[in-house]
């Protein structure tokens, strides 16, 4: 005789209840799984990277599906005791949350789960409390003693006891962390411990749209000892630093054109190149014509503040010789679209004219180094110099605009009367490059990977990814990676690996 079949209406309500709940759970189990984004989102727990994306399928995912599991096991079977470990977690989460309020502040989203993770608390409780009284002698060996019990007790009081004393120590444990951290910080040094061979690092795969997750355009590309800079878009500098790339070591910038979201932070990498690494030069900054004009203005705006620093930190800390940018424009030669800017210490670096009409110039580089290559397309469309350069090579890190997103925006903007924002989705569609010819170029030019950057629109969940794609696989069978801040690509000199991994 099972302890279902025995049992009264009000049982079989309290193992609906139990179940529900435990339906409750697989719901955001499998949500947290499966777009943990979203989820995370709805929880306020954003992500902002790769890591935080598996520590949110991992941990919530798995503790939810985990509690799931346990409460389809005690309604289904009809042994509360099952129903206790879910219990056990609910009490630790409302402790954790409550332990918040205290320390971090009260939040409105957070009293409204609070008030949710009560009522199911409750919920289960009563379960568990009817299935116990009324499963008789199925559950005969189930005592509230069983958990009730001294050493338990004993147990609960020290675990409350070490958590209270953690709260309590936080100045000093806080102190303690920072020596070690900050040891971290200032001892890690990504690009001496790199093997020889070509790196690139997306420190910017963002847009001018406001993207949570990404800096703007900035790409930076480690050749042998040599760290190179292509573009730098609002925000990329932080990024950098975040992901223990030394600003203080950056040899030259390379700028593909003057649009904002490749030169807003070039004032700041300036800045943090010449305090960082108490430069004695200022900072060569490679592009076409109208350079000069960029670098000029920076410099201008920074003159102040470099002063400021003069005064206050020393000649020998921060030279005064070192502050600011020198321009370092190129021309092509008539006729050509295409010329060296850097060859020194077996790198070769190739402007090359790309098509971001009506913004003229604007280039893409392809870098050379020990039989390795990486290219750079800039803002562009599809064009014939852009295939010409990445033929054979190694790596294209290639801008990125999905048509029928920008589409649903301009429609949206006509709707709701921006007509501005629909007018300028509406322009944009002409100078960049869909994901479907950003593989056909791959396909075409023999590529061995591709790396869309430049992200737009934002991509606000990592579960829009396969949309964004489109139709891109279709055309190019190789691996395709949608760009992320933080990723970190490795050619070693003298094969043929491509490594991925993220630095933040
Ligand atoms: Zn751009
Ligand atoms: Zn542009």
């Not at 918040?100 to 009522?119: C, N, P, T, Y």
């Not at 223990?244 to 990498?269: C, M, Q, W, Y």
């Not at 070192?322 to 800017?341: C, S």
């Amino acid at each position: 005789m099972t302890a279902t079949s025995r049992l009264s209406p009000t049982g079989m309500i309290f193992h609906l209840l139990a179940g529900l709940t435990g339906l409750l759970f697989l719901a955001l189990g499998l949500g947290f799984t499966a777009f943990p984004d979203m989820l995370a989102t709805a929880f306020s727990a954003q992500p902002t990277t790769i890591q935080g994306l598996n520590a949110i399928r991992g941990d919530f995912g798995g503790l939810f599906l985990g509690m799931s599991f346990f409460s389809f096991l005690g309604a289904m079977t009809g042994r509360c005791r099952w129903l206790v470990v879910p219990i056990v977690f609910l009490i630790l989460i409302i402790t954790g949350r409550l332990i918040s309020f205290g320390l971090d502040g009260l939040s409105a989203a957070g009293v409204q789960s609070l008030k949710i993770e009560v009522v199911l608390l409750a919920v289960l409780t009563a379960s568990t409390i009817v299935l116990a009284l009324k499963a008789g002698t199925n559950e005969r060996g189930f005592k509230v003693t069983e958990i009730l019990n001294l050493k338990i007790l004993v147990g609960v009081a020290i675990v409350a006891a070490i958590l209270a004393g953690l709260l309590l120590s936080q100045k000093k444990i806080g102190l303690a962390l920072v020596n070690g951290i900050a040891a971290d910080r200032l001892t890690e040094d990504v690009i001496a411990d790199l093997p020889d061979g070509l790196h690139v690092a997306i420190c910017g795969s963002g847009s001018p749209f406001a993207d949570p997750r990404r800096a703007c355009a900035c790409v930076a590309v480690i050749a042998g000892r040599s760290f190179y800079v292509v573009d730098t878009g609002p925000g990329s500098e932080r990024k950098m630093e975040l992901m223990k790339l030394n600003p203080g070591k950056v040899r030259a910038v390379l700028l593909t054109h003057f649009h904002s979201d490749h030169i807003g932070d070039l004032g700041e990498l300036m800045l943090k190149r010449w305090a960082g690494g108490s430069r004695k030069s200022p900072l060569e900054v490679f592009g076409p014509a109208g350079v000069e004009t960029v670098v000029k203005g920076f410099n201008l705006a920074y003159s102040l503040d470099s002063q400021y620093r003069i005064l206050h930190h020393g000649l020998e800390t921060v030279p005064p010789a070192g502050a600011g940018g020198l321009a370092r424009p190129f021309y092509f030669p008539p006729g050509k679209e295409e010329r060296v800017i850097i060859d020194a210490d077996g790198v070769r670096i190739t402007a090359f004219e790309v098509d971001h009409a009506p913004v003229k110039p604007a280039v893409g580089y392809r870098f050379d180094y020990k039989g390795r290559s990486v290219v750079i397309s800039g803002d562009t469309v599809a064009c014939q110099s852009l295939l010409h350069q990445a033929r054979g090579a190694d790596l294209l890190v290639q801008e990125a605009l999905q048509p029928a997103m920008i589409s649903i925006l301009k429609d949206l903007g006509q709707k709701i009367g921006r007509h501005n924002i629909s007018r300028i989705m509406g322009d944009i569609m002409h100078y960049h490059t869909s994901p479907e010819d950003a593989a056909k170029i791959a396909k075409e030019a023999g590529v061995r990977h591709l790396l869309l950057t430049h992200i737009m629109p934002p991509l606000p969940v990592s579960n829009l990814k396969a949309a964004f794609l489109g139709d891109a696989e279709k055309f190019f069978h190789g691996p395709i990676t949608v760009g992320e801040d933080g990723l970190f690509f490795s050619l070693p000199a003298g094969g043929k690996k491509i490594s991925e991994r993220s630095l933040l």
